[in-house]
């Protein structure tokens, strides 16, 4: 068995209004990342998605806050510890992240050597600048990047060398554990599938052991990640392998996820699209039984009253849905009949 990297346990984390509300927008997720392994997040826009990302890193500023949970990084749990043990021992060294929209946070009066700097100073303050830059020419070229991008400015490059700069910057300490959010959004499809290609020979190369990919993109995932899981609500409804999640959802949100979006790939091409009704209920009130309920076209009375816990079946599979999976299956197998009569 391939030894654990990353081991999240039962994390919830919150948002605090400025009215005093709590929006708890990560609720209970576990999750394990095994080294070697690469591990996709999928939902859409508002599910908790890139705050679990933030979470994952331990580095928690107002108006986020810890709740409850472990977060296990080789080992170690980085939890409890203070802000700046994190800032100094584990961001950048143990786990690093990639934030959505990152080439645009790049300062454009600096070259990217000066960020090069400022990162490994944080962990080095004694490094001098000629072996700081030493490190950065051969990161970057082992990741297939011109020395020349050392001294240019972020204006300078381009929106897809920009991004694949900003991922050189953040595994420049060849961090244990990667997130990358939303990483090849706002890209043209060219820019995407080189960003996708550094991504995955980050782990061949050895610059980092295992990658978190999110994006709202289920498809994407098949091609980049080993493993999917898939949040709604603050919640994990469902987890497998890349295959298993793509093509062959279970959960009705899983489902309905892969069924509203344009799939070129064989096996998925001649899917109906259909629309998800409704929209995500309020975190800040979540109702008490299943949080799709008010969505779910197979929703029953239990549904919205019975708290729903993940039911595990073959292998690492899992999925939080109260209808049993051969009902469900056998649900889904009519519709296809239907569709096609």
């Known amino acids: ?6 081991d999240v346990r039962e994390l919830t984390t919150k948002y605090i209004t400025r009215y005093n509300e709590d929006v708890y ?76 929209a990152a080439m645009n946070a790049l300062n454009p009066t600096r070259k990217i050597i000066n960020f090069i ?47 694949r700069t900003v991922i050189a910057i953040s ?7 990667l997130i990358a959010d939303e990483p ?16 995955r020979s980050l782990m061949e190369k050895g610059l980092i052991k295992s990658m978190i990919f999110i994006t709202h993109e289920l498809p994407l995932l098949k091609n980049v990640t080993d493993d999917i899981m898939v949040m709604y609500a603050g919640q ?44 995500p209920p309020n975190l800040k009130n979540p109702p008490p039984g299943c949080r799709f309920a008010e969505r779910c076209k197979y929703c029953r009375p239990e549904c919205r009253v019975l708290s729903v816990l993940p039911h595990e079946i073959a292998g690492d599979r899992a999925y939080r849905c109260i209808i049993p999976e051969k009902e469900l299956r056998e649900i889904y197998a009519k519709e296809a009949v239907e569709q096609h009569a």
């Open 236 to 279: 994990i409804i469902e987890k497998g392998t890349a295959n298993e999640v793509v093509f062959d959802p279970i959960h009705p949100y899983a489902k309905g996820l892969m069924g509203s979006i344009i799939v070129p790939e064989k096996g998925l091409r001649d899917v109906e699209l259909t629309a998800i009704p409704g929209v």
């Open 1 to 6: 068995m391939a030894k654990v990297i990353l």
């Open 171 to 177: 595994v420049i300490l060849f961090p244990k554990v």
């Open 117 to 163: 700097e400022d990162v490994i100073q944080a962990h080095d303050e004694i490094m001098s600048k000629k072996d700081i830059y030493d490190l950065a020419r051969k990161s970057f070229e082992i990741l297939g990047l011109s020395e020349d991008v050392l001294q240019k400015y972020p204006v300078e490059l381009s929106g897809g060398m920009k991004q």
């Open 25 to 100: 927008a990560v609720d209970h997720v576990s999750l394990k990342v095994e080294e070697g392994k690469s591990l996709g997040i999928a939902g859409e826009s508002g599910c908790g998605k890139s705050t679990l990302a933030l979470s994952l890193m331990g580095y928690y500023f107002a108006p986020l806050h810890y709740t409850s949970g472990e977060i296990i990084i080789d080992g170690q749990n980085i939890s409890k510890l203070d802000p700046d043990t994190i800032r100094k021992t584990i961001l950048g060294k143990e786990i690093a992240y990639i934030p959505q």
């Open 184 to 199: 090849s959004s706002a890209l043209d499809v060219t820019s995407q599938k080189m960003v996708i290609k550094m991504l």
